[in-house]
């Protein structure tokens, strides 16, 4: 079974008590009233489906309840990294970015 | 941390009962309080509970189940506190909460009636578990006094070990009849 760390248990945790929950780092715009139609639809809709490292957000629901970020290989399916929302993503050896 | 039947549960059948591998009993008379706060509130409920706080899926008690005086304390979450009560207590207990920790932000709420609790105990819990958690219950991995919330199944539970071959399980009352029934089918097929 897949292994995840959740950075706020501080431990590796079966992937079943996981659930992805979207593309990480998105800043929802402060004043949506004053966004174009075209941008808001693109901060709602628009998504990179990178083929590689990959930011998300994931959310341990059957465990401490909490969200947090993850760099993923899409590829592989192996989990570089996972970080505390806020924080910056993470320089990981070989992610390429 | 021996933890002797407490006088509802000695009452009552033991829902599996194989002498040698494993036993599974419900467990009654419990109170159940969610407490988050602030950090000074959560030092404000140790200090009137007369408990550590404890770290991130470990818990922490006083005295035995069933015990007056008893209570156990949980951390579920980063700001999620759990405490286990005799029921009869719970009055009292929420009016000494709300009393030390007035002057800082936090929510106690009675959730006694939400889960269903359980215990199960003997040689052969672990592989009765893993049949259906995902989580390695090696005594390394989850070693006695860690707490969390899993999966059983489908059923979500919350999880902790008391003894090496003793846990305490608990699901939302609702999922209680699967839960037992995921159990049993788990003792049956170690045959
Ligand atoms: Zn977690």
């Known amino acids: 079974m897949l292994l995840i760390r959740c950075p706020f248990c501080r431990m590796e945790r079966p992937e079943l008590e996981f659930r992805h929950a979207g593309a990480a780092h998105r800043l929802r715009p402060a004043d949506p009233a004053a966004v174009s139609d075209r941008d808001w639809g693109e901060f709602l809709h628009d998504r990179d489906n990178i083929r590689g490292i990959t930011a998300e957000r994931w959310h341990h629901v059957h465990g401490c309840g909490r969200f947090f970020n993850a760099l993923r290989d899409t590829v592989s399916d192996v989990f570089l990294a996972t970080y505390e929302p806020g924080a910056p993503r993470p320089d990981v050896p070989g992610a390429g970015q | ?191």
């Open chain 2, 1 to 191: 941390m021996d933890e002797a039947p407490s006088p509802e549960t000695a009452e009552m059948p033991p829902l599996l009962n194989r002498p040698g591998f494993a036993r599974l009993l419900p467990v009654l008379g419990l109170g159940r309080l969610v407490f988050r706060g602030v950090p000074a509130a959560e030092a404000r409920l140790g200090a009137a509970l007369g408990l550590a706080l404890p770290a991130i899926n470990r818990m922490v008690h006083r005295g035995e189940r069933g015990e007056p005086g008893a209570r156990a304390l949980m951390r579920f979450g980063p700001d999620e506190l759990l405490l286990l009560l005799p029921r009869g207590e719970l009055e009292s207990a929420i009016a000494a909460i709300s009393q030390a920790c007035a002057a800082e932000p936090h929510i106690l709420v009675d959730v006694s009636d939400r889960h269903l609790g359980f215990v199960l105990e003997g040689p052969a819990v672990a592989a009765i578990l893993h049949s259906g958690c995902p989580l390695d219950l090696d005594p390394r991995a989850f070693p006695v006094g860690m707490a969390t919330r899993s999966l059983f199944h489908k059923a979500e539970i919350l999880l902790w070990r008391i003894a090496p071959m003793l846990f305490r399980i608990e699901t939302g009352r609702s999922f209680a009849p699967y839960l037992v029934a995921q159990i049993g089918a788990g003792a049956r097929d170690l045959g």
